[in-house]
C-alpha cells in the first residue's frame, strides 16, 4: 500500500507562534502543510494571504498545499503560486472556467487540484479528470476548522476513485478528520488526509499522524 500522505492544516493552530507550531509537525513526521486561504466572500472568514505563504516558505521544507476559498481566484494564482507553494486547489463552486484556473496553476510547474464542497457531484470532475493532479473532497462544509465529519462523504471518496482509474490522481480529504474517521476515509480510497485539530490539539502529535495514516 502507498503511504498515506498527512498534512496538518494551520488554520486551528496558534499564529502566535507558528514557526514552532510547524517545528512540532515536522518532528511528528507531517508530510505537507495544508494552508486554507480564506477572503470573507467565497466563504465567511478571512485568513491570509500569499505574504504568509511564502514567510512559511522561508521556515520550513515541508511541500506546502494550498487551498484557495476565495473569489476570482484567476487574480491571485499567480503571486500563490510565485511564494513556494507545490499544490494549489480551487473551488469547482463558483467558478466557471475551471479548465482555464487549472492550466494557470500548472503554468508554474506545480500541481493543480479541484475542490468539491459536500453538496457536490464527483461527477462534475469528469470533464476535468485528465487535466487534474488533485481531488480535494469536503467532508465539511467549507469555512470553519472543527467540524463534524459529514458521513456520505465516504461514498463520495469511492465515487472519485472509481472515476480516477489508473490515473496518477491524488484523493484528499478535508473536515472532521481524525483518530475515528481516518480509517473510514483511508479505507474508501483517500491517501491524502488534511488534519487541523486532530493534529494541532494533541498531545503526542507523532503518535496521532502515525495513527493517521491507518497503515500500523
Do not use: W
Amino acid at each position: 500500500m502507498n503511504k498515506v500522505i498527512i498534512a496538518p492544516s494551520i488554520l486551528t493552530a496558534s499564529f502566535s507562534n507558528l514557526e514552532a507550531t510547524i517545528r512540532e509537525f515536522e518532528e511528528a513526521g507531517c508530510d505537507y502543510l495544508h494552508l486554507d486561504i480564506m477572503d470573507g466572500v467565497f466563504v465567511p472568514n478571512i485568513t491570509f494571504g500569499h505574504k504568509i505563504v511564502a514567510d512559511i516558505k522561508k521556515i520550513t521544507n515541508l511541500p506546502m498545499d494550498v487551498h484557495l476559498m476565495i473569489v476570482n481566484p484567476e487574480n491571485h494564482i499567480d503571486n500563490f503560486a510565485k511564494s513556494g507553494c507545490d499544490m494549489i486547489s480551487v473551488h469547482f463552486e463558483g467558478n466557471i472556467h475551471l479548465h482555464k484556473l487549472i492550466m494557470q496553476i500548472k503554468s508554474h510547474n506545480i500541481k493543480a487540484g479541484v475542490v468539491i464542497n459536500p453538496h457536490t457531484k464527483v461527477s462534475v470532475l469528469e470533464p476535468l479528470i485528465d487535466y487534474i493532479d488533485n481531488i480535494l473532497i469536503m467532508s465539511v462544509n467549507p469555512g470553519f476548522g472543527g467540524q463534524k465529519f459529514i458521513e456520505y462523504s465516504t461514498e463520495k471518496i469511492k465515487q472519485a476513485k472509481k472515476l480516477i482509474g489508473n490515473r496518477d490522481i491524488i484523493i484528499s480529504v478535508d473536515g472532521g478528520v481524525n483518530l475515528d474517521t481516518c480509517k473510514r476515509v483511508v479505507d474508501a480510497g483517500a491517501n491524502f488526509l488534511v488534519a487541523g485539530s486532530a493534529i494541532v490539539d494533541s498531545d503526542n502529535k507523532k503518535e496521532t499522524v502515525s495513527k493517521l495514516r491507518c497503515q500500523n
